[in-house]
């Protein structure tokens, strides 16, 4: 299955698609199967984007701030991929404790199928976008909410991408000889909230955060 995420119309009809299986969701089983807060008065879901906190209406789907004095890359706001991405995490994921363990994209059901698209995609957007610009990739991640630095490849973070679901971003630095390189692993919990086609959107979308928190 493939799930359109480009412009325009192409980015409009899934919406529109999900938007009206969002509005059928029962909220009270979709928190307990994410795992994720219902404030049942406010009609609001409570979720995290790259460690940045919103308010998500049901039954419309409308996004908000949890702190509105909050500073950072909030791009659920606008982004209509993050959007997407948001609504099938509450339409049909199911948060499950992870065993510690983290996958390469291959190893993730579906993933050798479609690994060229993700290497495209997030793995070289991610090793061209910082390989000769670690110390760009460090203070980006560095303002990422929760994010934990590690010690594999040259410099790696890792962070929760959504509630209950983490990622890590690695990198080794270019240079003269040899080009940089690039690696993201995803908790070993993804694939019974994601399909493999969704993680390209997840890495696009980390990658686009990133990116606005180095600038």
């Known amino acids: 299955m493939d799930f359109p995420y ?17 509005r059928n969701i029962d909220p009270k089983e979709a928190a307990e199967r994410c795992g994720v807060e219902y404030d049942e008065e406010k009609q609001q879901f409570h979720i995290r984007l790259m460690g940045f906190r919103y308010l998500v209406d049901f039954p419309e789907f409308a996004v908000h701030k949890e702190d509105e004095n909050e500073e ?13 991405i948001v609504l099938r995490f509450l339409i049909s994921a199911q948060v499950v404790k992870s065993s510690g363990k983290y996958l390469t994209y291959r ?11 993700f290497e495209g995609r997030c ?27 590690l010690s594999l490849g040259d410099v790696s973070y890792e962070f929760e991408f959504i509630n209950g679901l983490h990622v890590r971003f690695i990198l080794w630095a270019g240079d003269e000889e040899f080009p940089p390189s690039s ?5 070993d919990n993804f694939p019974y909230a994601y399909q493999a086609e969704d993680l390209a959107v997840v890495g696009d979308i980390s990658i686009s955060t990133l990116k606005a928190l180095a600038a």
């Open 123 to 149: 793995l070289m957007r991610l090793k061209f976008g910082f390989g000769f610009k670690l110390d760009k990739f460090a203070e980006g991640m560095e303002k990422i909410p929760g994010v934990k630095k």
């Open 72 to 84: 950072g890359a909030f791009l659920l706001l606008d982004m209509v991929p993050a959007k997407i």
């Open 183 to 187: 690696q993201i692993l995803f908790e």
């Open 6 to 22: 480009e412009k325009d119309n192409k980015e409009r009809i899934p919406l529109e698609h999900y938007l009206s299986e969002y």
């Open 107 to 117: 190893e993730v059901p579906w993933g050798e199928v479609y690994f060229r698209q």
